[in-house]
């Protein structure tokens, strides 16, 4: 499996957007589509309702530091993007880890390891 690379264009994001599946739970939003690639595309969206550019660099941290680790029980091939919601803006990284996983297993692209 090979590591993940950012979505950064905007075209990459409102094809998710448009075409994705998502799930949402009390901090996150994710979703989720094929990109018919060997690698998963990771984006995030931390909207300026949250907090700050602080808080929302914080957030965005958290949340990409938890996918990095968890990296390799998901399934490779998908765009996913994963909004913070303004419920996000206390998280530690813990609740924020918990919110991400249980989006993959709700999603079912967590693999079975």
């Not at 994705?20 to 094929?34: D, E, P, Q, T, W």
């Not at 996918?67 to 998901?74: G, M, Q, S, T, W």
Request: glycine content about 4%; overall charge positive.
């Amino acid at each position: 499996m090979e590591f993940s690379e950012s979505l950064k264009k905007n075209t990459d994001f409102k094809t998710v957007y448009k075409n994705g599946i998502s799930y949402a739970n009390k901090y996150l939003v994710m979703y989720v589509f094929k990109n018919n690639q060997n690698k998963n595309r990771l984006g995030i969206s931390v909207s300026k309702k949250v907090g700050n550019s602080v808080v929302r660099h914080h957030l965005t941290r958290l949340i990409r530091e938890s996918y990095r680790l968890h990296e390799k029980v998901f399934n490779s091939g998908l765009d996913i993007v994963v909004v913070a919601r303004k419920s996000a803006k206390d998280c530690n990284y813990f609740e924020i880890e918990s919110a991400l996983l249980h989006l993959g297993k709700l999603h079912n692209i967590l693999n079975k390891e």
